[in-house]
Each structure stands twice: as structure tokens, then as C-alpha cells.
């Protein structure tokens, strides 16, 4: 937290020192980056490796503080996307509801566009509680969601 203010703060100052001409400021740590305009839009991007090697991703783009855009995907320690997968990943059939991993998470993006992160409420196992949500991701979204708050929290911050 100190780290991430400290980082803000020194942003700030250099970018006090730069031309009227400067739009845009970033901000960086291992984990996540964030870019932030005069016109109130933001945007951030933040990872969380999991214990087997696997990182979960998530960039969301703010205007005036709404979620305009998300993105969300999982690399695995071989570099493998599973959004890019596509319908190769095998989740359909088994998944109870006949959606692949990235339908799933394209649905779960458009909630988070339509009623905003903290609507999602996962249970102590770190799938959602919302049936709405749970009608179209059934996936685990415990470290999805441990990225999309990092994210939004860094946008938070700008």
C-alpha cells in the first residue's frame, strides 16, 4: 500500500514538472499498471499468480468512475490462454450450463459492465452467489476477481 502511494505520489510530482501538453499519466508496479487521462478515463491492469504457476489477468477501463470495458483471462505456466483456447478448452459439457471457460468470463465482464464490480458476491468456496451471475459462470472466481479488484483498486487510486 505504502509502495503503491509513494509510486502515485512521485507520478504526481513528475507529472506537475512536465508540459500542459502532457493527457496522460502511468503508474507501475510488478503487478499492475495503471494509465490515467485529463477527461477522467482510466485504465489499469493487474495480475494474480495462482500457486501452480497460473496468471489471472483482468484490464478494466473506467470513465468517471463506471466500468466502460473489462477483460479477463487466465495464462497458464506454458503460456496458455484459455480465452484463446476458445471452444478447445473443454469446458462446455461439463461445465452445467453448456458454456466454454471463455463464455463463461464474457458473461461475467458484461455483469461487472452492467451492474458493477461489488455486485459480485462469491461464497466462501469463490463462486458467485448472484443466480443472475450464476445462470451464465459457474467457473471459480476467486483469483478472477482477487485481479479485477486489484485493478479497480489501482484505478481508484489515480
Known amino acids: 500500500m505504502n509502495k503503491k502511494f509513494m509510486l502515485g505520489a512521485l507520478a504526481l510530482v513528475l507529472l506537475a514538472g512536465c508540459s500542459a501538453s502532457s493527457t496522460k499519466e502511468e503508474t507501475k508496479d510488478e503487478n499492475a499498471t495503471t494509465t490515467v487521462d485529463e477527461a477522467g478515463g482510466a485504465q489499469s491492469d493487474a495480475e494474480v499468480t495462482d500457486a501452480d504457476g497460473n496468471v489471472t489477468k483482468a484490464t478494466i477501463e473506467e470513465e468517471n468512475g463506471k466500468v466502460t470495458s473489462i477483460s479477463i483471462d487466465v495464462v497458464d505456466k506454458d503460456g496458455k490462454s484459455k480465452k484463446e483456447a476458445g471452444d478447445d478448452y473443454g469446458m462446455k459439457s461439463p461445465s452445467g450450463i453448456g458454456k466454454e471457460w471463455y463464455e463463461q468470463v464474457k458473461y461475467l465482464e458484461q455483469f461487472i459492465i452492467n451492474n458493477g464490480i461489488d455486485a459480485v458476491k ?4 469463490g463462486y458467485a452467489e448472484d443466480e443472475d451471475l ?4 459457474t467457473i471459480n472466481l476467486k483469483d478472477i476477481m482477487e ?4 485493478a479497480n483498486d489501482n484505478n481508484a487510486q489515480k
Do not use: I
Open 134 to 137: 450464476k445462470s451464465g459462470c
Open 122 to 125: 462469491l461464497d466462501s468456496d
Open 147 to 150: 485481479a479485477v479488484n486489484e
